[in-house]
Structure formats: C-alpha cells, structure tokens
C-alpha cells in the first residue's frame, strides 16, 4: 500500500510502498477513505512529543470502511489499559498506557488502516468521509475542551482553524456568544471566524469588547496564557487545547485571582466521541473542508504550520 510515512523527527514524510497491515485478534482493518490534518500531527512530525513509533504513519482522523463495508472513525485514542486508576475511574483519556493512532500506533496518512475495533467511533451517516473526518479530533477534542470550559456564555477562541471553527458552530447552537482572536492582522480569519458565528474577531493582542467568561487557546504559543487570562472575567477559565504548547511567561498573580483558573485539555475518552459524534449532526457541524490527495501531505502540513487554511484539510488516499 501506499503511505507517507515518517522516518525521523524533523524530516519530511516519505511516500512509500509498503505492505498492508493485518488485523490482529479485536482490530480491524480497514480502507481509508478519509484522514484529516491535525496541528498534533505537526507536533509529532516536528519532533516536539517525546517517543513517537519510528517509522511511523502520521494522521488521527481516520474515516475507513472494512471490506465488508462497516464504516467506523479511528481518533487519536487508540487504546487503553483499561485496569489502571484513569481508565477504572471514566478518565482513559490520562491511561499511562495509552496508545495513540498517528503518534504511538500507525495512523491514517496511509490506504489502509488497522484499528483496535472497541475504540472505534461509529461515523454518523449524515456525513460523507470526507466530511467528517475533522469531527474526529478537531470536533471532539474540541468539544472536551468547550465542556471543561464551563458554562460561560461568552467564550474566546485563541487561533481559529480546524478546532476553533467547529467550536464556534457548537457553542453558538448552545446560546453562547464567540470572539475569535487569530494572528494579528490575519483579517481573512477573522472574516472566516464572522462567517461561523463569531460575534466579534480581532488580533490576539487586542482586549474583545466585553470581559470572557472561558477562553480556549488553540494556538500552541504560551504567550496567550496571560494573554487570555488578561480578557477574563472574575471566575473565568482558560483551557489549553493542544498537546505541546511553547514556555508560557510569568504573569503577576492578579490575573489569576478572582478565581480565574488555568488548565489543559489532554486527548478524549470513547465518551466524549460517541456524545460529540451524536451531538454533530444536531446542530449541524458543518466543517469546511479542502481535500488533498496523500502525497501532498507534505504541504498539507506546511500549510497548518504557516495558518493558510480556512477550516480543516482532509487528505484523500488515491485522488
Ligand atoms: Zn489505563
Ligand atoms: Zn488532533
């Protein structure tokens, strides 16, 4: 089978030939259809998570069909231990055992997959492959991360791509207000973020009209802790989303005071899949997706690293 697959941190993914994988005893193995580009997968390529499977094929947002035709979504959660004090108390998300899909197991940058079946996500039918392939990490980590948010009606979103735009449809649809703050200067985005219900874009830097109840920093720069934190209201939170996040500066204790508070949002639990997988077409989530065929991973990945893309890029084995 084709697949691009990463020999060394730092390097780019190399298209290969390799053989297809077999599915052993509770996996299954299934065709990709679909596998959409995460800023995790740039973290890993980039050498910035410690310990990656070498060689590796990258990609956690896999839409595959077994050759029966069983559709099924293969997220970054590709197993867990299922004994240890996480996983016996509804947290496998923090599994010291965990294993993840495009990380610590072979992902979906690939034409075929092998998964472990019981973390498999059913694929709402409402959804083509392509569609919902960002569901499958943008959506539902993103969704942990507006629910470990709070309740807050008005929520900021710190850098609004893949995560972000899907965020803003949920939390809109649950009555709450969205500001969107992306590069300073990118209007583009912010005219993307207008377009999928944010009531006000600015530049990162820039104070929003009205004090946040929640903020959710997608953008991986440690320097929007202080940041946010400065736009929050007294009892506010700021959730980090992503996985790897540059040195965040010291900040006087005054912006944490108030019962302000700071947290990170760490993978998700076949919970939280199956609520956000049903919730999606409720809304609806509406991705919007721009499709590559595999061997442009590449540059799908440069594209993700520089911000030049509105919504999620989704490669498509075979196009
Ligand atoms: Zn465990
Ligand atoms: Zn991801």
């Not at 941190?9 to 193995?29: F, I, T």
């Not at 996500?121 to 959506?139: F, I, M, N, S, T």
């Amino acid at each position: 089978m084709r697949a691009m697959v990463l020999e060394a941190p730092g390097r780019p993914l190399v298209e290969r030939e390799s053989p297809e994988p077999s599915a052993g005893p509770g996996q299954v193995l299934l065709r990709v259809r679909a596998c959409g580009v995460c800023r995790t997968d740039l973290h890993v390529v980039d050498g910035e998570l410690p310990d990656p499977k070498l060689p590796l094929v990258p990609g956690h947002q896999v839409v595959g069909v077994t050759r029966d035709g069983r559709r099924f979504g293969v997220p970054w959660l590709g197993w867990a231990c299922g004994e240890c004090r996480y996983c016996t108390s509804g947290r496998e998300n923090l599994c010291d055992f965990a294993r993840f899909t495009g990380y610590t197991l072979d992902g979906g940058y690939a034409e075929w997959v092998v998964a472990d079946l019981r973390f498999c996500l059913a694929v709402p039918p409402a959804y083509d492959d392509v569609r919902a392939a960002p569901l499958l990490c943008a959506g539902l980590i993103g969704y942990r991360a507006l629910r470990l948010a709070g309740d807050g009606e008005r929520l900021g979103l710190y850098g609004f791509g893949s995560s972000a735009h899907i965020v803003a449809q949920v939390a809109r649809w649950q009555g709450r207000r969205v500001f969107a703050f992306t590069r300073p200067g990118d209007e583009g985005t912010q005219a993307f973020a207008r377009q999928h219900g944010a009531v006000w874009a600015g530049g990162s830097g820039e104070r929003p009209p009205e004090e946040l109840d929640a903020a959710i920093l997608f953008a991986p720069a440690g320097e929007l802790v202080p940041v946010a934190l400065r736009a929050l209201a007294k009892g506010g939170a700021v959730v980090a989303a992503g996985i790897h996040m540059s040195d965040i500066p010291a900040f006087p204790y005054e912006l944490l005071w108030g019962e302000r508070s700071v947290r990170s949002v760490a993978n998700l639990t076949r919970a939280d899949g199956r609520e956000f997988l049903e919730l999606a077409p409720r809304v609806p989530v509406r991705a919007e997706v721009e499709t590559l065929p595999l061997s442009q991973a590449n540059d799908a990945l440069a594209r993700v690293r520089s911000g030049r893309v509105r919504g999620s890029l989704v490669l498509v084995p075979g196009s």
